[in-house]
């Protein structure tokens, strides 16, 4: 079977649940903790699939990288450093201990 096939098959598996698992609620109630968590989880595995889905519809759902940036390798203007201190070297008209 091909990735499709599958998809679909685990899609019609997934819808499958989410009616059993509605009519559970009927019969129980969604009061409970129990059925909270199942209802939960189903909802969880449907996000679940969709993501996986989503991956798997190939390159053109990935996002497009963003254009690069140049740098110049040209040195930068000294006066940009004037008012600067030397990182770990303290200032200029000090003295280290």
Same mark, same amino acid.
């Given at each position: &079977?091909?990735?499709?096939?599958? &998809?679909?098959?685990?899609?019609?598996?997934?819808?499958?649940?989410?009616?059993?698992?509605?009519?559970?609620?009927?019969?129980?109630?969604?009061?409970?903790?129990? &059925?909270?968590?199942?209802?939960?989880?189903?909802?969880?595995?449907?996000?679940?699939?969709?993501?996986?889905?989503?991956?798997?519809?190939?390159?053109?759902?990935?996002?497009?990288?963003?254009?690069?940036?140049?740098?110049?390798?040209?040195?930068?203007?000294?006066?940009?450093?004037?008012?600067?201190?030397?990182?770990?070297?303290?200032?200029?008209?000090?003295?280290?201990?």
């Amino acid at each position: &079977m091909s990735v499709h096939d599958e &998809m679909a098959s685990v899609q019609r598996c997934l819808d499958d649940l989410l009616r059993s698992v509605g009519r559970l609620e009927k019969q129980l109630g969604s009061g409970g903790l129990e &059925m909270r968590r199942v209802r939960a989880d189903t909802n969880h595995l449907r996000e679940s699939v969709a993501l996986l889905r989503e991956s798997a519809a190939g390159p053109a759902a990935l996002p497009k990288r963003p254009d690069l940036v140049t740098i110049s390798d040209t040195p930068y203007d000294p006066s940009l450093w004037v008012d600067t201190d030397d990182e770990g070297l303290g200032a200029r008209d000090r003295r280290a201990p």
